[in-house]
């Protein structure tokens, strides 16, 4: 994959899966930015990444925050003059509640993490994109967007949503240079998801490493022709 000196910007870069994505990107010789919430997951990236960690930079960004994301990606274009990749794996998951004893503030929570979050991205990241005429946009959404089970309203439409946004900003930027595309992952084997579901069968899980070279494929040049797509990454579960 050509992803060398590319600038990826990787919003909740710190996460089970966003922190396997930062990591192959550093490994492909990319400079990456990430956003995160909390200093010490940040921390533990900086680490992980060892010597790569120089191409490595880190801001407490709310990526909700229209005002607070355009600051942040315009000090990136400021500093390299481009922004080649976007992956958004901010997200959240709240379940096991039927609609109607839902809390209101658990499904907008929802909408916001799960929606907002790719919107508010996208439009700070796309009109630098479509100027420099290149550009590839992945945005993590859920199973859940296709399967929506029982307990999992506010999520699954939340999903669901964020795929159809992304599947029509695809349509809004075609033959711009601009790529966009979906990842649908099940559940994916976190630290998280363990203790949530101790009793799970971990080795059917899709692992966050093994998705992040999906999210690379994406968006390097190699997957060119990828674009407005959903791609399941099931593995067994």
């Known amino acids: 994959m050509t992803l060398k000196s590319k600038v990826a910007l990787v919003a909740g ?6 922190r396997a994505v930062s990591l192959a ?10 956003t995160y919430r909390r200093a010490q997951e940040f921390q533990v990236l900086t680490k992980m990444a060892g010597e ?28 390299h003059g481009r922004l080649d990749c976007l992956v958004n794996a901010v997200g959240a998951y709240a379940g096991g509640v039927k609609l109607w004893q839902m809390d209101t503030k658990v ?3 929802m909408l916001t993490l799960n929606l907002r979050s790719g919107f508010v991205l996208s439009r700070a990241v796309v009109p630098v994109m479509l100027k420099q005429g290149s550009g590839a946009i992945v945005n993590v959404a859920a199973k859940a967007a296709l399967d929506h089970s ?31 595309n979906s990842i649908l992952p099940s559940i994916i084997d976190t630290e998280i998801n363990r203790k949530a579901m ?3 069968d971990f080795s059917k899980w899709p692992k966050p490493e093994e998705i992040a ?7 390097s ?17």
Not at 13 to 18: C, I, P
Not at 55 to 74: C, I, S
Not at 165 to 177: H, N
Request: aromatic share 6%.
């Open 25 to 34: 990107f550093l490994e492909q010789g990319s400079k990456v930015f990430v």
């Open 213 to 219: 070279r999906v999210i690379l494929f994406l968006c």
């Open 107 to 109: 499904f907008d929570q």
């Open 52 to 79: 790569n960690a120089s191409r490595l930079v880190g801001q407490n960004v709310d990526v909700t925050d229209e005002t607070a994301v355009q600051q942040f990606v315009q000090g990136i274009i400021v500093e």
């Open 150 to 180: 029982a307990g999992a309203a506010a999520y699954a439409a939340s999903k669901a949503a964020a795929v159809a946004m992304m599947d029509s900003l695809a349509a809004d930027v075609k033959g711009s240079g601009v790529r966009v």
């Open 13 to 18: 870069g710190t996460g089970g899966l966003g």
């Open 198 to 200: 101790p009793g799970a």
């Open 221 to 237: 040049d190699d997957a060119r022709v990828v674009h407005g797509a959903a791609i399941p990454v099931y593995g067994e579960s």
